[in-house]
């Protein structure tokens, strides 16, 4: 059996052919220019994984939010339910680039950490 | 008046690298000046990942990469300006800016980099019917109030046009809980990068209605609810497809234009198509010294490219500096051109200058449709130069193509980008 799949780890966006026996076992992944391309069309036909950014609270700095991002992948279906607990995340500047500011989000096994540097600012 | 060697206005990627660049190869006094409070430009504002991998070999989110160069930044001795606006551009290299420490200002740059980047469509650009409530908003302008203040700007959203920062707002509105109740395109194809469709629309059920543009909207003060249609070939409303939905709030994401209106005041030409200035291989827009990367050129959709054009545009601006070639002899040429012919929207460069040849010459381009199975036909005078066969080609992918210096060497008038679509005939 053959699925067709744009990979979606980078913007390249790679469009990939998958062959697959009867019983579902991966037989050749080809269309990809590198590794990661293989690697997620198998993830993806198992269990399809991704990496979640949002925002969380600052304090005294130039903007209310800071972006953040988790040190890895997590089940698609999980998303809603790690997003309700970042929510509750609050933050003082100054924050560092790759801050952790909350471990094993959810029992995941996956952290939350700052995406930049943000520093203290007098907001007038 | 002070002088500086080289000028960038705008401090985003493309300004970032251009500036690195120029100091590395020996200028030293390098000037950056942005009119927002920080530099980085709109990757400060676009938290998603998917930036850096092919220049990192890692997958940021956009603040991230800007953090990546204003890191490289710190070990310059660049001057930087923020919250300075630059007002007005002349053809000498004089520009004019604002700020409020310095007040009014006029500096000199021996070389200048434009890097302004791009600006969104508005509604008042492609022209909606129906009555003005508020709820209306560029996607762009929704993502910076949602990512940097923390304002939702409603909860039941309805987005016309399948670019990626609508795509991206889909996914950002619906994890934080919002509704979004469909996509418009007016187009028979996405214009989003397939990454985006997936992970933004597709995992979240988002119905896209591609053919599709709006036909009404509703509300007094505040939109409830808007109004679509299929459209025909012409992209004219089909009468009877109509289709409502409850929304208060839409969002528009029809597309960007280059920020030109300092580069018009230089007196640069545009190009009609990119709507950037007309640029050599050597990123030289039609006034000498004037350099121009990033967005300002032409709307890139991959940040890894414009760092990378950046660079180039900053490497070309130190040389013109340190060379000084108001005092060189100029060997008076006329540039080659490069031509967009069938099916390809524009290829940057669009000059050539065939004294200047580099080792190896990329070229960027757009396709203006969909293609599988295709082929890229490049010619050199007339005469065949190369073929490349693609698998896939899309309005929304921006293709490169380097050709080696023997391969251009010799060309005498132009040179031009075709392309062969699958079962065409000659
Ligand atoms: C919403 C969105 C999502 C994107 N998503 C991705 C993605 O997932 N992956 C990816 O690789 N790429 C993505 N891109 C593309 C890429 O990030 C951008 O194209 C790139 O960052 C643009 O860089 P730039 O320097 O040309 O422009 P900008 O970053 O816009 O920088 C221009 C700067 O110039 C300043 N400026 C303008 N006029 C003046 C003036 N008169 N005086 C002083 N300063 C001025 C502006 O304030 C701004 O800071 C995305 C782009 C957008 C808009
Ligand atoms: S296969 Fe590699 S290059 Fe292609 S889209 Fe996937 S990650 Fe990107």
Redesign the interface.
């Known amino acids: 059996m053959k699925t067709e799949m ?8 790679c ?1 990939m052919e998958i062959e697959q026996a009867e019983d579902g076992t991966i037989l050749s992944v080809i ?1 990809n220019s590198c590794n990661r391309g293989d690697s997620y069309a198998r993830k993806e036909l198992t269990m399809p994984m ?6 969380v ?1 600052i304090e005294g700095s ?4 800071l ?3 988790l040190t890895g992948e997590i089940p ?1 279906e999980k ?2 339910e790690v ?1 309700k607990e970042i929510s509750k995340i609050c933050v003082k500047a100054p924050v560092l ?2 801050q952790i500011l909350k471990q094993d989000i959810c029992d995941l096994g996956v952290a939350v950490m700052a ?3 943000m520093d203290c600012y007098e907001n007038e | 008046m002070q002088e500086y060697d080289v000028i960038i206005i705008g401090g985003g990627s493309a300004g970032l690298a251009a500036a690195i660049e120029a100091y590395k190869n020996g200028c030293e006094k390098v000037l950056i000046l942005e009119r927002e409070k920080e530099l980085g430009g709109i990757l400060l504002q676009c938290i998603h990942n998917g930036f850096g991998l092919h220049l990192f070999h890692e997958e940021l989110a956009g603040p991230s990469y800007a953090e990546r160069y204003l890191m490289l930044l710190k070990e310059t001795k660049i001057e930087t300006k923020t919250d300075t606006m630059v007002i007005h551009l002349s053809k000498d290299k004089i520009l004019e800016y604002v700020n409020p420490k310095e007040g009014y200002v006029k500096v000199k740059g021996k070389a200048i980099v434009l890097a302004m980047g791009c600006r969104e469509r508005t509604r008042g650009a492609i022209s909606l019917p129906g009555s003005r409530p508020s709820g209306i908003w560029t996607a762009g302008t929704a993502q910076r109030y949602l990512n940097m203040e923390g304002y939702m700007v409603g909860k039941r959203v309805f987005i016309l046009g399948s670019g990626d920062i609508g795509l991206i707002m889909a996914r950002r509105m619906t994890l934080e809980g919002a509704t979004v109740v469909g996509v418009a395109e007016i187009m028979p194809y996405s214009n989003g990068l397939p990454r985006n469709m997936k992970q933004c629309l597709e995992d979240f059920h988002i119905p896209l209605y591609l053919s599709h543009t709006i036909t009404n909207l509703y509300g007094k003060d505040r939109l409830s609810g808007v109004q679509i249609s299929q459209v025909d070939e012409r992209l004219q409303a089909i009468k009877g497809t109509e289709k409502e939905f409850d929304a208060d709030t839409l969002l528009l994401s029809v597309g960007l234009i280059p920020e030109n209106a300092l580069s018009l005041e230089a007196g640069i030409l545009l190009n009609n198509r990119t709507k950037g200035p007309l640029v050599t291989q050597s990123y030289e827009t039609t006034v000498p010294g004037i350099f121009a990367c990033g967005n300002v050129l032409h709307v890139h959709d991959l940040v890894d490219f414009v760092s990378e054009e950046g660079k180039k545009a900053g490497y070309f601006a130190a040389k013109y500096c340190i060379d000084n070639p108001d005092l060189m002899e100029e060997t008076i040429q006329e540039p080659i051109t490069v031509e967009a012919a069938k099916g390809i929207i524009y290829v940057i460069p669009n000059q050539l200058y065939v004294n200047k040849l580099l080792e190896k010459q990329d070229f960027l381009f757009r396709v203006n449709t969909p293609l599988q199975e295709a082929t890229i036909i490049i010619e050199k005078d007339g005469m065949l130069l190369k073929t490349i066969q693609k698998k896939h080609l899309a309005p929304s992918e921006m293709e490169k193509v380097t050709l080696k210096k023997e391969e251009l060497e010799g060309i005498r008038g132009r040179l031009s980008f075709r392309i062969f679509a699958k079962g065409e005939t000659v």
Request: proline share 6%; glycine share 4%; net charge positive.
């Open positions: 744009i990979c979606i780890v980078c913007p390249m966006s469009h269309g991704r990496m979640l950014t949002t925002t609270a130039l903007h209310r939010r972006p953040v991002i698609k998303q809603e997003m680039y790759q995406s930049r540097s």
